[in-house]
């Protein structure tokens, strides 16, 4: 339960005050596709 609390609903004030799991989605929202090199 408490993990479950700390990724999902606690705010962090290193993350903007998002969530772990708040922050990676933005995080991934905002990346960048990477092109592929062959």
Same mark, same amino acid.
């Given at each position: 339960?408490?993990?479950?609390?700390?990724?999902? %609903? %606690?705010?962090?004030?290193?993350?903007?005050?998002?969530?772990?799991?708040?922050?990676?989605?933005?995080?991934?929202?905002? @990346?960048?596709?990477? @092109?592929?090199?062959?």
């Amino acid at each position: 339960a408490y993990l479950a609390y700390y990724n999902h %609903r %606690r705010p962090h004030m290193a993350l903007g005050g998002l969530a772990p799991l708040e922050f990676l989605a933005k995080m991934q929202a905002e @990346s960048v596709p990477q @092109s592929q090199m062959y």
